[in-house]
């Protein structure tokens, strides 16, 4: 079965400092994996996907296969990136998207 | 202006009536999605179309349902069986796998 394990509720760094926010899934096959971000009083949104291998807003992601883990990363931390943040994951049926249960980070001043 | 509208924004309403959650998209996806999303529980997906007169149950479905008339349309109607149906309501729509799913505003769903 499909499942998207986001261990952290709450995740809370100071402004210049490395953030990291954890994704571990299960599934059995080839995993399309997503980060998605909800920011105060907009909607959800996507952020980056595994397959572009971008680096967006200073994100990036890596797949990693053995460890079945997406885990979200920026080395600087800004305080416009406190948001809530979700990891995805789509299995075989077009679109249907699994997710985690989210990470709210705050970055402070 | 394109995207995805979820009407209304807000909604009341008494225990054992049925309400229905508009949405609406103009970006001519195929596929569309309806998420619940409750404090520590991530989103769960109630049902979903993947194309026109077609739809499938989530996770969720249980005391929902739903009409895919029009490509454009994706109306979720909380039924009086909804045990737990004051939530907040997230619409989605795609164009194909492992492309961005697009998200509504949401509607906020309180039933007293």
């Known amino acids: 079965a499909q499942r998207v394990t986001q261990p952290e509720k709450l995740l809370s760094v100071f402004k210049g400092a490395p953030v990291e926010l954890k994704c571990n899934y299960s599934?059995?096959?080839?995993?399309?994996l997503f980060w998605y971000v909800q920011y105060s009083r907009q909607r959800l949104q996507l952020l980056l996907r595994?397959?572009s291998r971008e680096s967006i807003k200073g994100f990036t992601a890596d797949l990693n296969k053995g460890e079945t883990s997406f885990h979200l990363k920026k080395p600087f931390a800004q305080e416009e990136d406190s948001a809530m943040y979700y990891c995805a994951l789509e299995g075989s049926t077009l679109g249907r998207l699994y997710f985690g249960r989210g990470t709210q980070l705050t970055v402070w001043p | 202006d394109g995207g995805i509208t979820q009407s209304p924004k807000y909604l009341f309403r008494k225990e054992g009536q049925n309400v229905t959650l508009s949405c609406e998209q103009n970006?001519?996806?195929?596929?569309m999605y309806w998420y619940r999303q409750d404090p520590g529980q991530g989103l769960r997906l109630i049902y979903y179309s993947q194309i026109v007169n077609d739809f499938q149950k989530g996770d969720i479905a249980e005391g929902y349902s739903v009409s895919r008339e029009k490509k454009e349309s994706f109306p979720l109607t909380v039924t009086s069986a909804q045990k737990n149906p004051t939530a907040f309501y997230l619409c989605?729509?795609?164009?194909?796998?492992?492309?961005?799913?697009?998200f509504g505003q949401g509607t906020r769903l309180t039933v007293v």
């Open positions: 595994h397959i």
């Open positions: 599934y059995s096959g080839s995993p399309e």
């Open positions: 989605a729509s795609s164009m194909t796998r492992n492309t961005e799913a697009f």
């Open positions: 970006l001519n996806h195929d596929a």
